[in-house]
C-alpha cells in the first residue's frame, strides 16, 4: 500500500491487531488533555478522525476500555498500543492514533488541542495553531 494512497492501513505493536480504511486524512490534532495522556503515557496524542463507515478492523479484536462517560478506547490487549478512540456523541466518526498508522510519517498533525491541559513543561515551538479545548470550541 503506498502512503500517497486514499487507503490506509495500521495496527499494533505486536501485529495481533490491525485496521484498515478508506479515504483522506485531513483532520490530525495534538491533544493535550489529561486523558489522552494518562492513556498513552506520553505527554501528547496525535488522532486523525475517518467515517466509522470507512473503518474495518481486519486482524484480530482489540480491549476497550471506558475512560469516561460515552468514550470507549480500543487498544491491543496483548501489547497495549492504543488504537482508537470513540466518543457517542460523534457516532458517525472514529478517531485513530497517528503513530498506529503504516504511513505515519506523511500525515503530520495541523493543530493542538485541549492545550489548557498542557503539561506547563512542554513548549509548542511549531506554527500549528493552538486552541484549549476543541478546535470547534475556540
Partial sequence: MSCASEKHEGGCLC????????????SVAHCHCRSCRRSSGAVLMTWFTV?????AWIRGRPSRFASSAGVQRAFCA???????????????TIDVTVG???????????????????????????SLPAHRGWSTQD
Fill in 78 to 92: 496483548t501489547c497495549g498500543t492504543e488504537l482508537t478512540y470513540t466518543n457517542e456523541t460523534a457516532r458517525d
Fill in 15 to 26: 501485529g495481533a491487531i490491525r485496521y484498515r480504511f478508506d479515504g483522506p486524512i485531513e
Fill in 100 to 126: 498506529s498508522l503504516d504511513c505515519a510519517a506523511a500525515h503530520p498533525a495541523d493543530r493542538h488541542i485541549w492545550t489548557d491541559d498542557k503539561l506547563d513543561w512542554l513548549r509548542l515551538d511549531d
Fill in 51 to 55: 467515517p466509522r463507515d470507512n473503518f
